[in-house]
């Protein structure tokens, strides 16, 4: 059975700069990568459920995320958690504005469903395996780290109850017109999933 909920959303910071370095790993020790998400940091999950999410909320969150900036990251070392390996996003203050922003204008979707006091910044890689497969996956990495990544914009993925699909792409400090925002190929494909 799947984790995530028909409809379910997720407001991230997808991460393609670390992608070489991380995909083999989350592909075999990720389940959020087998669901179809791709690296990333977390700013809010689950945000609200798709059947809330209307022209109006697209347009708070397209002009949210405009009047952030874009930033520099950089992964220099590897984060442990009881049952999770993840990439140390590094300065982390922008993710943490970012989430506060975001759960100031929604406080019915704080992070992580309120099952943390304090929200950590982070790219998980693998998480829910054995000892020596972490130790595997940390000794890969660390000699390819750091890796340096520019966060431009944030993304809104929706649960089908079984893969992730990015239904739309919010730019930071964005070059788009006011109130325009990207919308990706799969669009359609996730709003019908909603329909009975």
Do not use: C
């Not at 389940?31 to 999410?53: E, K, Y």
């Not at 203050?93 to 950590?120: C, D, K, M, N």
């Not at 829910?128 to 431009?152: C, R």
Request: net charge negative; glycine share 4%; no cysteine.
């Amino acid at each position: 059975m799947s984790k995530y909920k028909i409809g379910q959303t997720a407001l991230v910071a997808v991460v393609d700069d670390v992608e070489l370095l991380v995909d083999r790993w989350r592909q075999r020790f990720n389940s959020s990568a087998a669901a179809g998400m791709p690296a990333h940091v977390t700013v809010l999950v689950p945000f609200l459920d798709l059947d809330r999410i209307d022209e109006v909320v697209l347009d708070e969150l397209t002009a949210l995320f405009a009047r952030q900036n874009r930033f520099s990251v950089e992964f220099d070392r590897i984060g442990r958690f009881p049952d999770v390996r993840y990439l140390v996003p590094t300065p982390d203050h922008r993710f943490r504005e970012l989430t506060e922003v975001v759960s100031a204008r929604w406080p019915e979707a704080p992070p992580y469903g309120g099952q943390f006091a304090e929200v950590t910044p982070h790219l998980t890689v693998a998480n829910g395996q054995q000892p020596e497969i972490f130790d595997e996956v940390e000794a890969a990495m660390e000699t390819q780290l750091p890796v340096s990544a520019v966060v431009s914009s944030i993304s809104l993925f929706v649960s089908d109850g079984s893969r992730w699909h990015r239904r739309t792409e919010f730019p930071l400090a964005s070059k788009l017109r006011k109130g325009q925002r990207k919308r990706t190929s799969d669009s359609e494909t996730v709003l019908s999933a909603r329909d009975p």
